[in-house]
């Protein structure tokens, strides 16, 4: 079993940045694929990014690409998503979401066993 805790959404005008962080516990860390997805009012939860255990292998979704950088402390059983140049079309709840690793990177909710609560980031304009 895994739990996941998210922190560090709030209210940022667009163009800001953000850093959310992951605080893992529960399982070794360092065998996990962490992955971060996103959720707006009316919409179904969407893949933003994912790192595997190493750090050394990512995936991001093309909207986010160039902005957000995914990140990872196995030494603190931290996964970190820095949000820059924000706009508001990145206003969601972003979830954390943790799975045993696998050759590829997976993106699909389904392939993920472990979820955070969710943070919300909320982009003005």
């Known amino acids: 079993q895994v739990q996941l805790v998210e922190s560090g959404g709030g209210l940022v005008q667009a163009g800001g940045s953000l850093r959310l962080s992951c605080a893992a516990s529960g399982r ?3 065998s996990l694929t962490m992955a971060w997805f996103r959720q707006a009012p009316g919409k179904e939860r969407e893949f933003v990014a ?6 050394g292998s990512t995936k991001y979704a093309d909207s986010v690409k160039g902005r957000f950088t995914i990140s990872r402390d196995n030494a603190k059983n931290t996964v970190y998503l820095q949000l820059n140049s924000l706009k508001p079309e990145d206003t969601a709840a972003y979830y ?3 799975r045993p690793s696998m050759f590829v990177i997976a993106t699909t909710t389904s392939s993920y066993n472990y979820w955070g609560q969710g943070t919300q980031v909320t982009v003005s304009s």
């Open 96 to 98: 954390c979401a943790a």
């Open 50 to 55: 994912a790192m595997k255990p190493s750090g």
């Open 28 to 30: 070794t860390f360092s």
